[in-house]
């Protein structure tokens, strides 16, 4: 049997009265989150970023750290059946209007309880479930998330800015945002300008050499110490 890579994303948007997850109807009438076959070379991150954009239209969206999760399940008849393994992420979005791709025909922005009777098969709701239980015990953990990720992707190309500066601005600690920024799913937070308080280049997922490549490619001046990158350029936010 053909094996299949796929992912997609659990869709959430905060409301006064719950959270409603956004789901959307195939051609074949089944309701389900945004996903999609992975390209050739492709990090599952990245195809559920671009499948998110392709069949929803929504592009302003914070994807949550902490949360992932898998689902397969069998498609096809004959020479065409196959094994699809989908991975899933977490994404939270204040858009309410979505602009769905030929591929499907409707989108609604549901209840938890509606989802779960309107996703026809179980292991499809395998995401929404997690994803329920995830925002319920993870609310203010979540909330901080998304202030860091904010703050960092205000910090322009060139310039780099200190754990503790962004904690300040959150109301956080250092600590705990570089726990933060080394768990980041998502590629268009440049967590790469942010470093240690002395200017070293610590707390990158990608590890400390991808993080100085991508500095240095951003006019960052990079000096080494003892083995130890040190970054050395202003603050972003000391510019007036």
């Given amino acids: 049997m053909k094996h299949e890579r796929a992912a997609g994303c659990a869709v959430v948007r905060e409301t006064r009265q719950e959270p409603l997850f956004l789901l959307v109807r195939s051609r074949k009438g089944f309701w389900g989150i945004p996903k999609g076959r992975a390209k050739k070379g492709e990090h599952d991150i990245d195809t559920a970023i671009r499948e998110l954009r392709e069949e929803t239209g929504i592009s302003t969206f914070f994807v949550v750290s902490g949360f992932r999760t898998r689902f397969s399940y069998i498609h096809g008849d004959g020479e065409k059946r196959a094994r699809k393994t989908v991975t899933a992420y977490l994404v939270k979005t204040h858009s309410v209007r979505a602009v769905i791709s030929r591929e499907h025909t409707a989108f609604r922005w549901v209840s938890y ?26 609310r203010k953990t979540i909330a901080l998330q998304e202030k860091v990720y904010t703050a960092v992707r205000r910090i322009p190309k060139g310039y780099v800015v200190s754990y503790a500066d962004i904690a300040r601005r959150c109301g956080s600690s250092p600590r705990t945002v570089a726990q933060i920024l080394a768990n980041n799913h998502d590629p268009r937070v440049p967590c790469h300008r942010a470093v240690s308080s002395s200017g070293a280049i610590l707390g990158y997922n990608r590890g400390a050499k991808e993080k100085e490549r991508l500095l240095r490619k951003e006019g960052v001046m990079v000096t080494h110490s003892r083995g130890r990158g040190s970054v050395i350029a202003r603050s972003a936010y000391d510019r007036k």
């Fill in 113 to 138: 309880e509606k989802a779960m009777q309107m996703i026809a098969f179980p292991n499809a709701r395998r995401p929404v479930s997690l994803a329920h239980r995830f925002l319920t015990t993870s």
